[in-house]
């Protein structure tokens, strides 16, 4: 059983460019959480999907987007990138509504920004 | 704000020594609570989850935490640590249907 995979697993963008980030969720969750990952620091969350439809959001500008398909895979969309978004990008996907269900994460994509 | 706070940055211990680390949430109501571990490089793996009934919860590879409501703590326990357990901790929570909040995380360094 496949858990949750991330794609790509490195990436280097130019200050100003835009990126995509891919996420498969664990079979049979339909649940994805994206959680930006500074180096030393604890993940920071970002935004959750459920059912197609972004269901709660953290403390980020509107540069971050994403978006859930019907098969539950995710993306997450990050335009004009800063240097400051230089990060671990972390995908998490959770069964039933993520109600009273873990949590389980993918490898994530090392974003690096220059 | 609902916020999760872990008291240790850095944490060094010699193998066969216990250990506990600290963990305090800031919740109203209902909270789900969890460790996760992080091996250097690798992904973030489930230790243990609380989410009602005995506060003690026993995890993987003899991780234990108790889950104190008069205290808002989750603290994570072992009893003997090996070189292996050399990892990142974080504790985290959330309500039913949210995202998680993370602490800053621990940095346990054991020497063998």
């Known amino acids: 059983d496949a858990g949750v995979t991330q794609s790509p697993t490195h990436l280097i963008k130019t200050r100003g460019q835009q990126v995509t980030l891919r996420c498969s969720p664990k079979?049979?969750?339909?649940?994805v959480s994206w959680y930006q990952q500074a180096l030393g620091q604890g993940p920071q969350f970002i935004f959750q999907y459920y059912e197609e439809e972004e269901r709660q959001r953290g403390n980020f500008p509107d540069r971050f987007s994403g978006h859930q398909f019907p098969n539950y895979s995710s993306e997450l969309n990050v335009n004009a990138l800063l240097l400051g978004d230089s990060a671990l990008y972390l995908c998490?996907?959770?069964?039933?509504?993520?109600?009273?269900?873990?949590?389980?994460f993918g490898q994530g994509t090392r974003l690096t920004v220059v | 704000a609902q916020s999760v706070s872990q008291h240790n940055h850095h944490v060094i211990l010699s193998e066969a020594a216990s250990l506990e680390l600290g963990c305090n949430y800031s919740?109203?109501?209902?909270?789900?609570l969890f460790w996760y571990v992080q091996y250097p490089g690798q992904h973030l793996q489930l230790l243990l989850k609380y989410f009602s009934g005995d506060p003690l919860v026993k995890g993987i590879k003899g991780f234990e935490a108790e889950f104190i409501k008069s205290k808002f703590s989750f603290n994570l326990r072992k009893p003997s640590v090996q070189w292996s357990d050399t990892a990142e901790y974080f504790c985290?929570?959330?309500?039913?249907?949210?995202?998680?909040?993370f602490g800053k995380g621990t940095t346990l360094s054991v020497s063998s």
């Open positions: 985290a929570g959330n309500q039913a249907g949210t995202a998680l909040i």
């Open positions: 079979s049979g969750h339909d649940t």
């Open positions: 919740y109203g109501g209902t909270v789900n």
């Open positions: 998490a996907s959770a069964g039933e509504g993520g109600v009273r269900t873990e949590a389980f």
